[in-house]
Every structure is written in structure tokens, then in C-alpha cells.
């Protein structure tokens, strides 16, 4: 079947990959979902530990269909904290307040809710923080209006969705979450 034939191409290019930490974007909001992904990279990767953040920390993957997470080896990496951007961020409000559909990262036609993820490398103790995004896709299946309409110079639909969300982002980030 074509997602059995898909999964095996991922886990085999993660594989290879044999990474420390992983943005995902596009995953299934589900937490099997999160759990049979964990469960297949560590079977092939067996001196691996790979958790997920959105399990460790309060937060979840927001009401998409799909969600962002982090995904990081516990042999290596130490977790600190996770948190998730959404529109009741208080410094979204500004933003949100001029997006067309009334909202930023909670409902239709919204971006997904960044992830991020503060680690520490055990054998250095240097923290680091991996935000996982996904801003609202180009593609115009309905109700896009205003400023988001496409304006034919490259950037699609959704431009100005995406371009209030990276705003939010960049104030949420300066508050180090």
C-alpha cells in the first residue's frame, strides 16, 4: 500500500540521517501516531532513544489534523521545557487582530501552532531551543479574501497569514518559551 511504501522511504532517509534532533511537520494529530513513529525509529536505530516533546512537556498539537513536533534522542539531549504558540499568546493579539480570518494558529485556514523545545546536550550542558514551524500553505481551497488573496508577484495565497505568523513567532521567541 502507498503509505506502508512512503513510511519505509522516511524511516530509511531517518536512518541514515542518525540525528540528535528532528523537526517534523505534516505528522498526524494523533499521539499513536507519535508513538508508532517513535517506536520505528528506535527499533532501527536501537543505541537511539528518541522521545517526543509535545509527550514530555504541557503541550499538545493544537486542533489541526496535523501538527509540528520535535523529536529528539533522551541518550543524548536532556529536556528542560516545551511550549506551544497559539493565539492566546498575549503578544499575538496585535497580529491576530489584523489577520483576515480572525485568527493566527486556531481554526481553519490558520497556520499550524509552533512547537518549541529547550534541550541540553549532556555531555557539553549547552542549552538550545528547536522551534518546529509550519505557516499556512499557499494553496487556495476557500475562504481567502483581502490581503490574502494572491497577488500574483510569487507568494500565493495566505501570504499575509503566513507573513502575520512569522511576526507572532519572532515576538513569542524574544520571550524566550
Same mark, same amino acid.
Given at each position: 500500500?502507498?503509505?506502508? %511504501?512512503?513510511?519505509?522511504?522516511?524511516?530509511?532517509?531517518?536512518?541514515?540521517?542518525?540525528?540528535?534532533?528532528?523537526?517534523?511537520?505534516?505528522?498526524?494529530?494523533?499521539?499513536?501516531?507519535?508513538?508508532?513513529?517513535?517506536?520505528?525509529?528506535? !527499533?532501527?536505530?536501537?543505541? %537511539?532513544?528518541?522521545?517526543?516533546?509535545?509527550?514530555?512537556?504541557?503541550?499538545?498539537?493544537?486542533?489541526?489534523?496535523? %501538527?509540528?513536533?520535535?523529536?529528539?534522542?533522551?541518550?543524548?539531549?536532556?529536556?528542560?521545557?516545551?511550549?506551544?504558540?497559539?493565539?492566546?499568546?498575549?503578544?499575538?493579539? =496585535?497580529?491576530? !487582530? %489584523?489577520?483576515?480570518?480572525?485568527?493566527?494558529?486556531?481554526? =481553519?485556514?490558520?497556520?499550524?501552532? =509552533?512547537?518549541?523545545?529547550?534541550?541540553?546536550?549532556?555531555?557539553?550542558?549547552?542549552?538550545?531551543?528547536?522551534?518546529?514551524?509550519?505557516?499556512?500553505?499557499?494553496?487556495?481551497?476557500?475562504?481567502?479574501?483581502? !490581503?490574502?488573496?494572491?497577488?500574483?508577484?510569487?507568494?500565493?495565497?495566505?501570504?499575509?497569514?503566513?507573513?502575520?505568523?512569522?511576526?507572532?513567532?519572532?515576538?513569542?521567541?524574544?520571550?524566550?518559551?
Amino acid at each position: 500500500d502507498e503509505f506502508a %511504501r512512503q513510511n519505509q522511504k522516511l524511516m530509511e532517509g531517518l536512518k541514515d540521517l542518525d540525528m540528535d534532533v528532528l523537526g517534523i511537520v505534516e505528522l498526524q494529530n494523533a499521539d499513536e501516531t507519535v508513538d508508532r513513529f517513535l517506536a520505528e525509529l528506535n !527499533a532501527m536505530l536501537p543505541s %537511539r532513544n528518541y522521545v517526543a516533546a509535545s509527550q514530555l512537556g504541557s503541550v499538545s498539537g493544537g486542533t489541526d489534523k496535523i %501538527r509540528t513536533d520535535v523529536i529528539f534522542d533522551s541518550n543524548k539531549l536532556a529536556f528542560r521545557g516545551a511550549a506551544m504558540l497559539d493565539d492566546s499568546f498575549a503578544g499575538a493579539a =496585535p497580529f491576530v !487582530a %489584523r489577520s483576515t480570518v480572525g485568527t493566527l494558529f486556531n481554526g =481553519p485556514n490558520s497556520n499550524r501552532p =509552533p512547537i518549541a523545545a529547550t534541550l541540553v546536550e549532556k555531555s557539553t550542558n549547552a542549552m538550545v531551543t528547536i522551534v518546529t514551524n509550519h505557516l499556512k500553505s499557499k494553496a487556495a481551497r476557500s475562504g481567502v479574501k483581502g !490581503a490574502d488573496r494572491d497577488a500574483k508577484d510569487g507568494a500565493s495565497s495566505w501570504n499575509y497569514q503566513r507573513t502575520l505568523g512569522a511576526q507572532t513567532l519572532l515576538s513569542w521567541l524574544s520571550t524566550n518559551p
